[in-house]
C-alpha cells in the first residue's frame, strides 16, 4: 500500500524550530520531486516548498524563504523540512505530497501535479 506519512508537528512559541519528516511505504521516493504544503484554518492550501531528485533543485515560497530548508535522504526515503523562526502565521497543517510525474522542481509546487499525499502533521505557533 502506498502511503506518505508526515511526523514532527507540534505547538511551539514563536521564534521556536521544527523538523517536520516525511516517510514513504509501498514504493521509494527516489526520482519523484517531493512537495510539502500547508492548509491554515479559512485557508487555501498553498505549496510552501518543493524539493527535486534529479537535479537538486529547491523551491520556497516567499512567506518561508530563508526560514525553511527543505532536504531529502533517500537512503531512508525520508524527505524533511526544517523550520525556523517560526511565525504565528505559519500555523498550519502541514502535509507532504509525491509527484510521480516530475523529478525536479521548477517552481511553486502545484497542488493537481501531485498524486501521492501523507494525512498531515499540526504545526501550531502561538505565545
Known amino acids: 500500500q502506498v502511503q506518505l506519512v508526515e511526523s514532527g508537528g507540534g505547538t511551539l512559541q514563536p521564534g521556536g524550530s521544527l523538523r517536520l519528516s516525511c516517510s514513504a511505504s509501498?514504493?521509494?521516493?527516489?526520482?519523484?520531486?517531493i512537495g510539502w504544503f500547508r492548509q491554515a484554518p479559512g485557508k487555501e492550501r498553498e505549496g510552501v516548498s518543493c524539493i527535486g531528485y534529479s537535479d537538486g533543485s529547491t523551491y520556497y515560497s516567499e512567506s518561508v524563504k530563508g526560514r525553511f530548508t527543505a532536504s531529502r535522504d533517500n537512503a531512508r526515503n525520508t524527505v524533511y523540512l526544517e523550520m525556523n523562526s517560526l511565525k504565528p502565521e505559519d500555523t498550519a497543517v502541514y502535509s507532504c505530497?509525491?509527484?510521480?510525474?516530475?523529478?525536479?522542481?521548477?517552481?511553486?509546487?502545484?497542488?493537481?501535479?501531485?498524486?501521492?499525499w501523507g494525512q498531515g502533521t499540526q504545526v501550531t505557533v502561538s505565545s
Open positions: 509501498g514504493f521509494t521516493l527516489d526520482y519523484y520531486a
Open positions: 505530497a509525491a509527484n510521480t510525474l516530475r523529478s525536479s522542481c521548477p517552481g511553486a509546487p502545484v497542488i493537481y501535479e501531485y498524486d501521492y
